[in-house]
């Protein structure tokens, strides 16, 4: 049962930073892809980041490129999103998603996505 936790989610101000976690369990951590979506209240879900294991590769949305990173850790089956000069639109629960699909591409479709963490709450106050 592949299981993915975050943690890392808070209150903090305009222009601060934020550190996301997902660690994940269960599975074969190789040639698949992690990532993260946000959904606000009143929204549909978000592709925000995503991170191809195989070869590095990484996509973000546009309205988070220059200001978030996406990472990861083989050692310890875990991926992170770095969050810079966060803004109030940001305010959201993020959630971690996994794919293990083998055309997986690490997309913004939700579809694409198999697994999912219960999402951390990022509010940011102006």
């Known amino acids: 049962q592949v299981q993915l936790v975050e943690s890392g989610g808070g209150l903090v101000q305009a222009g601060d930073s934020l550190r996301l976690s997902c660690a994940a369990s269960?599975?074969?951590?190789?040639?698949?892809?992690m990532g993260w979506f946000r959904q606000a209240p009143g929204k549909e879900r978000e592709f925000v980041a995503s991170i191809t294991w195989s070869n590095g590769h990484i996509k973000y949305v546009d309205s988070v490129k220059g200001r978030f990173t996406i990472s990861r850790d083989n050692a310890k089956n875990t991926v992170y999103l770095q969050m810079n000069s966060l803004k109030p639109e940001d305010t959201a629960v993020y959630f971690c998603?996994?794919?293990?699909?083998?055309?997986?591409?690490?997309?913004?479709?939700?579809?694409?996505?198999?697994?999912w963490g219960l999402g951390t709450q990022v509010t940011v106050s102006s």
């Open positions: 269960g599975g074969t951590f190789s040639n698949h892809v």
């Open positions: 998603a996994a794919s293990f699909r083998l055309d997986t591409i690490g997309g913004p479709t939700v579809g694409e996505y198999d697994y």
